[in-house]
């Protein structure tokens, strides 16, 4: 397995990908994750994590989708490679495994 | 809501970016970022806005989106020596905080006298066109001798207000020379104050204090006016809406109303007051207006004059000023002839932000710092600072043995001498600037205790302004290059060589300079600790001097003179309290001035003496033991009504061959 080489941050950057299915880019995952997460990440982290997930062949991107709001530039859309989703799922699988395990009473969620 | 298509991103963060972005990434960040600003611009304040977009600009300075031919070194090597400088000082703790404390208080000395001297430059120049605004002081030529006067006479401002256009406003202040201490009665409440101060309708024309309650214009308008400071207000009735109340003061019988209260005087000026009358609530001033007085200097005369008057022109007018309005007064006092006898009256301009460290005459409205110390002050922190140099430098020379290896292989892999140079000097800078945190933290502790010493009231807030903030930054750059230049040239030079070869030795070339620096660094520590010792030994001289009268179990009970008719009865009272050995009476505060007069003798050859005069009742010389040399002094036992005693100083100033007997009078 190779899911030990991904972060927090690179998950949720995951997720956020999966969820804003074909208008995944850079800002919108930005307001997803702290919509979602409540997590203030800068633009320049993600776009960091972006970059090094997609060197890795977890991520593909193509240009597209300019707006006026945008000075007419162009957005970085984003989408998990099969790579990529194999890996958030196996993590996801690992988690619901070792959860499992855990009794609720050992927790004391508020 | 606010528009958000007229508002667009910063333009220079933009330039910013793409220059330094390469061109695959710089598109979609630009966009990524101008959306997040139309978002944030429809939350956030305008400023919020801007800063988060340089924010967001700065955190995007990362190694993978620059230019490919940006993605040199010199880009992050600065990054990279802050890195080594911290795992350098994290390893070795103890050098880097001797270093860190080294230079920490040298800069907190200089940082706190550079706040004193600040504060000290700053005096008056929060009155409103300070620039304008001066006193007019009196070179006063006696036949014998001369005097500077910081006071002028009653009639000079009327006279330069009707007929010099130059003036804007003009304005009398007077303070009590010899009744210093004046009771203020609030119904019941009786209140000593020594800062009753009196001054004519126009002085808050000249001087811009606002005021909490009344109006400045009229405030001194009529004699039985006075004007509060707020927490003399809050000290005399609990709250600072007092207009209109009375008070009562114990040189005049009538009631004053307030008609104005203002905020407090900050302690940077030189005139402070708690409670300002007017000056025709005092009598002999009026007198002297009446009777169109040139003689005495009873008044400060403060004088705004119009934007754009050169203060010189004006001055120079004040020649004639005298003989034209003043002649038919002076003849009167002091003969037709009195300029030919060799009085003259010379008034001169003090700009009021000058007075404080630069006026050097007597009468002042409070005692005045001296500009020497500024100086004095100045030159003690640079030499401050220079040890603290020098100690860095020692430190690190007789440390660049362990860096050698890192030198050593810094230079075999390729790096230049002059990146080592910029190495060690960025370290150098990077201890400066923690020492800086460090010392403004220092500062900030022994403030309190400094302000209570020297009776100040300084704050740190003065280094929030951003002039301030750039030259201390500017201040930390220097101090880091100058006290790492010398290391740092030492350090680049070294050989790599040599070094990996474990040969490395001791500069020998060096040893003159460092040992020049260690000599100079102990010499004037030794200078200013000799220094401290001797202020040090000056005040245990100014407390335990013997001053001719026993001081010790003294008690003092001011404004007993009150008691009237029933001191008597006070007196035997205490005296036959158990604990009390004696008591005595004076009509002033022993060291104090109670006023002077000029005597003469039978011995024809001495020059006439002004003796300052101080007068005691029968008992007082026995209480403050008093050593007699000859002759005996006052007595219950004896009427002494036309008795005096004098001093040695007096003896010898007038030559008595013996002093018993000799008659006194008044010259």
């Known amino acids: 397995m190779n899911y030990d080489a991904l972060s927090i941050r690179e998950e949720m950057i995951f997720l956020a990908i999966l969820a804003l299915e074909t208008d995944a880019y850079a800002y919108a995952i930005k307001q997803e994750i702290r919509a979602q997460a409540e997590l203030g990440l800068s633009l320049g982290t993600i776009h960091t994590i972006l970059y090094k997930l997609e060197n890795k062949g977890f991520l593909k991107s193509e240009l597209g989708g300019s707006s006026a709001k945008r000075g007419g530039r162009s957005k970085r859309l984003f989408h998990l490679t099969n790579k990529g989703q194999q890996l958030i799922q196996d993590v996801q699988m690992a988690r619901q495994a070792m959860w499992k395990n855990i009794s609720p009473d050992n927790l004391s969620l508020s | ?304 004059l119009h934007a754009g008057i050169d203060p010189d022109e004006f001055e120079a007018q004040f020649e004639q000023l005298v003989d034209t309005y003043g002649k038919a007064d002076l003849s009167q006092r002091l003969g037709s002839d009195y300029t030919e006898a060799g009085h003259k009256f010379e008034y001169f301009l003090q700009p009021i932000e000058d007075i404080h460290l630069q006026s050097k005459v007597d009468i002042e409205v409070e005692p005045n710092s001296d500009i020497a110390y500024i100086y004095l002050l100045s030159v003690i922190a640079f030499i401050i600072l220079i040890i603290s140099s020098i100690n860095y430098i020692n430190l690190s020379v007789a440390r660049s043995p362990v860096r050698a290896k890192e030198v050593g292989i810094r230079k075999v892999v390729g790096v230049h001498r002059a990146d080592l140079m910029v190495q060690f000097l960025t370290e150098s800078t990077f201890i400066c600037f923690i020492s800086s945190i460090l010392a403004i933290g220092i500062v900030g502790a022994i403030l309190p205790t400094f302000n209570l010493l020297l009776n100040t009231a300084l704050s740190l807030s003065i280094l929030l302004n951003p002039k301030v903030i750039l030259s201390f930054l500017a201040f930390i750059l220097g101090v880091g290059l100058l006290s790492g230049f010398y290391p740092a040239m030492i350090m680049a030079s070294l050989q790599p060589a040599r070094i990996l070869k474990g040969a490395f030795m001791h500069n020998r070339k060096g040893h003159w300079l460092r040992n020049g620096l260690t000599t100079l660094q102990f010499v004037i520590s030794m200078i200013m600790i000799a220094g401290a010792v001797i202020v040090q030994q000056q005040m245990t001289f100014f407390q335990q001097k013997n001053l001719g009268f026993d001081q010790e179990n003294i008690i003092v009970i001011r404004q007993a003179g009150r008691l009237g008719n029933n001191f008597h009865t006070f007196r035997n009272e205490v005296e036959a309290m158990p604990d009390i050995l004696g008591i005595g009476g004076a009509n002033g505060l022993l060291g104090d001035f109670h006023g002077s007069g000029v005597f003469k003798t039978s011995n024809l050859e001495a020059s006439d003496l002004r003796a300052n005069v101080a007068i005691f009742d029968d008992y007082l010389f026995d209480v403050m033991q008093f050593n007699t040399l000859e002759g005996r002094v006052f007595n219950p036992d004896f009427s002494d009504s036309l008795s005096i005693i004098i001093n040695e100083a007096t003896v010898n100033s007038l030559g008595l061959e013996d002093p018993i007997g000799e008659k006194f009078s008044h010259a």
């Open chain 2, 1 to 304: 809501m606010k528009n958000s298509v007229t508002y667009q991103p910063p333009k220079w963060a933009i330039k910013f970016l793409t220059k330094l972005c390469d061109e695959t990434w710089v598109d979609e960040i630009l966009g990524d970022l101008e959306e997040q600003f139309h978002d944030n611009y429809r939350t956030h304040s305008r400023f919020w806005t801007i800063a988060i977009y340089y924010w967001e600009v700065i955190r995007f300075i990362r190694p993978h989106i620059l230019k490919s031919h940006n993605k040199k070194t010199s880009y992050l090597m600065p990054f990279h020596h802050l890195k080594i400088s911290y795992r350098h000082l994290n390893r070795n703790k103890v050098y880097g905080l001797i270093n860190v404390i080294g230079l920490s208080v040298g800069i907190a000395s200089v940082l706190l006298i550079a706040i004193y001297v600040q504060n000290e430059l700053s005096f008056d120049s929060f009155y409103k066109d300070s620039e304008r605004i001066h006193r007019i002081a009196l070179h006063r030529i006696y036949p014998d001798r001369t005097r500077d006067f910081a006071s002028s006479v009653i009639t000079l401002a009327p006279t330069l207000k009707e007929n010099y256009p130059e003036v804007e406003a003009i304005t009398r202040l007077h303070r009590l020379f010899f009744a210093n201490e004046v009771t203020v009665s609030i119904e019941d409440k009786e209140y000593v104050e020594s800062r009753y101060r009196f001054a004519d309708e126009d002085f808050f024309k000249v001087f811009s204090h606002q005021f909490l309650y009344g109006d400045a214009m009229t405030a001194l308008d009529a004699p039985d006016k006075v004007v509060l400071t707020e927490s003399t207000a809050l000290k005399y009735f609990g709250q600072t809406d007092v207009l209109d109340k009375t008070i009562s003061m114990s040189l005049d019988t009538s009631l004053f109303i307030i008609s104005g209260v203002i905020k407090d005087i900050p302690i940077n000026s030189h005139i402070h007051f708690d409670l300002l009358g007017s000056t025709e609530s005092v009598s002999y001033l009026e007198n002297a207006i009446r009777t169109n007085s040139w003689m005495n200097p009873w008044v400060y005369t403060y004088v705004k």
